[in-house]
């Protein structure tokens, strides 16, 4: 009965199924070609999360041209939103510095953003930065640490006081957080110099270090430039059910989260590749990230039943957000068509 039912629905609507499939060839070719920061700004580290069907990206910015050092660049989180992958409006900031002397974000905020949802409550995760000054350029008394803000919706979000001062436990940059279902936990990874750390936590606050899931020697076969350790994605492979993390320069396959073998290259451009000094940051003679490549500071997210790797693409001071559709294969991936 059933299959009488398809045949007389596709006797009736003959060309239905061919458009309904060429919309959906031409949505995943679109978010492919797109190209996102909003106007004259740039975008680095980024996440996103979908919520009612729309997408909410989260990522610091900064004035093309400049870089990180320049003061205005890179010192909160930033939220957009979008319904498709391609049209994208900015909303403001989300997350900003705490301005405050002493506290661990009080030059930049919001760095490498990474937010999970525990019943109905959204965390975000993200790297600060102190030091002395941008203007004058005087990094004495360099510290980072990990930041948390809490949400009900999004886009109203508070920092808890209790860590508000000197950020979460852990240590490192870059954090991105999982939930480890089999065994009732969270995961959070953060970057170390040529490295990468894992915590474990009950309860999203209070964390224990579990060991180095990945060290130098892991790393340094990957192919990029700047430190292989940065921008780390942990999630579990779809088919296989095993643990992969993302780097910039590769990626990396295991039955146990806390550790990982090191990382195979990707077979495509990826990561970020430095330029011999001299440099002038911000006007594109620094790094590249490839355009035709996917990029730095991979996402993973799955969109309409395609799956997508995020980065972010161009030169330092011009970078913008490109989404591109990749495969599961039984071990690992490939960059989809």
């Given amino acids: ?11 009736l609507f003959p060309g239905l199924l061919f458009v309904c499939f060429s919309q959906t060839n031409d949505a995943k070719k679109q978010i492919k070609a797109a190209r996102y920061a909003p106007p004259e700004m740039y975008i680095k580290d980024h996440c996103l999360i979908l919520k009612d069907k729309e997408w909410h990206l989260f990522a610091p910015l900064g004035p093309a041209g400049s870089m990180w050092h320049h003061e205005g660049s890179e010192e909160s989180a930033e939220h957009m939103v979008s319904e498709d992958l391609i049209h994208w409006k900015y909303l403001g900031t989300a997350v900003a510095s705490d301005k405050t002397e002493g506290y661990f974000d009080r030059i930049m905020c919001g760095l490498a953003p990474s937010i999970v949802k525990s019943k109905d ?3 975000m995760y993200y790297s600060g930065w102190d030091f002395k000054s941008k203007k004058p350029p005087n990094f004495e008394g360099f510290r980072q ?8 919706d999004l886009v109203t979000w508070e920092k808890p006081e209790e860590y508000a001062k000197d950020g ?10 999982v939930k480890d279902e089999k065994n009732n936990r969270w995961l959070l990874f953060t970057a170390r110099s040529n490295a990468v750390a894992v915590y474990e936590s009950i309860d999203l606050f209070h964390w224990t270090e579990a060991g180095m899931a ?4 892991d790393l340094k076969v990957g192919m990029t430039g700047m430190n ?6 942990v999630m579990r492979h779809p088919l296989s059910g095993k643990w992969i993390i993302f780097m910039n320069g ?3 396959v295991s039955d146990d989260p806390l550790s990982f073998p090191p990382i195979i290259p990707y077979p495509f451009k990826s990561g970020i590749y430095t330029f011999p000094k001299p440099h002038d940051e911000g006007k594109g003679t620094y790094y590249y990230a490839e355009k ?3 990029g730095f500071a991979h996402e993973i997210i799955e969109f309409n039943g395609q799956w997508y790797m995020t980065g972010a693409v161009g030169t330092d001071g011009h970078t913008k957000l490109k989404i591109t559709p990749i495969e599961w294969t039984k071990e690992a991936f490939r960059l989809a068509n």
């Avoid at 990945?214 to 020697?217: A, I, N």
């Avoid at 292989?228 to 994605?233: A, I």
């Fill in 250 to 252: 590769g990626y990396s």
């Fill in 228 to 233: 292989p350790g940065e921008s780390p994605f």
């Fill in 121 to 123: 409550k959204y965390y």
């Fill in 214 to 217: 990945l060290d130098e020697s």
């Fill in 145 to 152: 640490g990990i930041g948390i803000a809490v949400s009900s």
């Fill in 1 to 11: 009965m059933k299959a009488a039912k398809s045949t007389l629905f596709f006797l």
């Fill in 292 to 294: 035709e490549g996917s």
């Fill in 168 to 177: 979460l436990t852990p240590k490192g940059s870059d954090p991105v957080v």
